[in-house]
């Protein structure tokens, strides 16, 4: 049983880490959804973190239609995180009707070999998730990440369930959003996903000791709580126990 948590920033990638998790996915913008790391964070990554870690490929929030000038800047990150030596990346293209982008997705793929590649939740929007997942396998992705095409993945536990039987081991499926160490369990047991996805996220008050009023700014950071991936892991232990 592996736990990926996705983090935002350095200190929560040092935290996760030493929490437990087994790999990391990296992010900017946690209120954008995630988009690309900056060059100081992927390299500061490389040299602290011993886990694997996967970077998110995303230029901007907002949909995932991309013009040629982004995807010329998601070729250009991709070649940079194969460059520094990630174990993998995720990535996530559609066309406008909703269908995977599969000539891109394909050469984003090609290009980080021999990089894992992970489709993100990209996936949650497309228009036809089971035929999206035989374009994924196509296009030569490891995994797809998903919560069932609804904003929680324990609420979309049935077309988890449903991916992973068509799936039939040809690549990977991983829950994530929402899950957290009171869902993870019977999650994993009633979908047979053997990988999971969580940002364990917790919100920390800044230490600033001044704040202007008249900004009527909320400054609070996105951090990661240490002991929600401890209990995570404790529960997919169990279930490795049990089987």
């Known amino acids: 049983m592996l736990l ?39 390299k500061t990554v490389k040299e602290k973190i011993s886990i694997p870690v996967f970077p998110i490929i995303r230029p901007r929030g907002g949909d995932f239609l991309y013009s040629n000038e982004e995807f010329e800047v998601m070729k250009k990150d991709l070649l940079l995180c194969k460059q520094f030596g990630f174990e993998g990346a995720v990535i996530g293209l559609l066309n406008p009707d909703g269908s995977i982008d599969k000539q891109r997705t394909t050469k984003l793929v090609e290009l980080a070999y021999p990089l894992e590649i992970t489709f993100h939740r990209a996936f949650d929007r497309a228009a036809n998730p089971l035929q999206a997942l035989e374009d994924i396998i196509l296009c030569g992705c490891q ?101």
Not at 146 to 152: A, D, E, F, R, Y
Not at 175 to 190: C, D, F, K, Q, W
């Open 143 to 243: 995994r797809i990440l998903t919560s069932g095409q609804v904003p929680n993945a324990f609420d979309g536990k049935e077309l988890i369930k449903q991916l992973l039987k068509q799936a039939d081991e040809r690549i990977i499926i991983m829950p994530g959003s929402g899950v957290r160490s009171n869902n993870i369990t019977e999650l994993a047991m009633y979908t047979g996903a053997v990988e999971l996805h969580s940002s364990a996220r917790k919100m920390i008050p800044s230490s600033i000791k001044f704040f202007q009023e008249s900004m009527r700014e909320n400054l609070e950071n996105t951090f990661v709580d240490a002991g929600e991936i401890k209990q995570m892991k404790e529960a997919l232990s169990n279930i490795s126990i049990a089987e």
């Open 4 to 42: 990926e948590i996705a983090v935002f920033n350095i200190q929560s990638a040092i935290i996760a880490a030493e929490a437990g998790a087994n790999r990391l996915e990296l992010c900017e913008n946690p209120t954008d959804g995630g988009t690309t790391p900056s060059y100081g964070f992927l």
